[in-house]
């Protein structure tokens, strides 16, 4: 396993940040950082996150561009290594296998606050201090991906956010819920 960190968004270009949030995250595979998206275009990529994974010659066997699709991936991997094993539980509902999920709100830059409709929001923030997305005091110690609200459903909500001045938000970001 080996990981292709993309930067979509400015704090995922710094290399020592990326480096912190892999340690923080506890992921033990290699991670290359491709800051100038040269694996991105070579393998024209148009997903995030995708998932490549090829065989034992090297050669391409099975794509998944975004989230899901990951009990697919894993029998894809033991067809790969001939062994047929029970799935791993999936970690959310969502990604249970023939989970159905709406669509959510597009990605809005910078600190929205507005309507949405998701099964949870997210922002992308950088800086030290405390935002309040809808009365709740989050604390941002780090730059990277922050959780704000989640959902057990796919809601329609409206976001309040406040992101005092030491803290940058670069966007908000909405995932898919499960649908009602």
Known sequence: V????SPGFPPSLDGEAVRDAVARLEIDHPVVLDQD???????????WPARYLFDQRGMLYDVHLGEGGYAETECAIQQLLEVQRSLMAAHRAEDEPGALVEVPTEDQPGAYSGPY???????VLEGEGTIVANGREITVTHPGCHPLIEHERHTAGRLELDVPAGV???AVCFTPGLAT
Do not use: D, F, K
């Not at 998206?37 to 997903?47: A, C, I, P, Q, S």
């Not at 409709?117 to 922002?123: Q, S, T």
């Open 168 to 170: 940058t938000c670069h």
């Open 2 to 5: 080996i990981g292709v960190h």
């Open 37 to 47: 998206l040269e694996v991105w275009e070579l393998y024209e990529n148009r997903g």
């Open 117 to 123: 409709e998701a099964g949870g929001a997210w922002a």
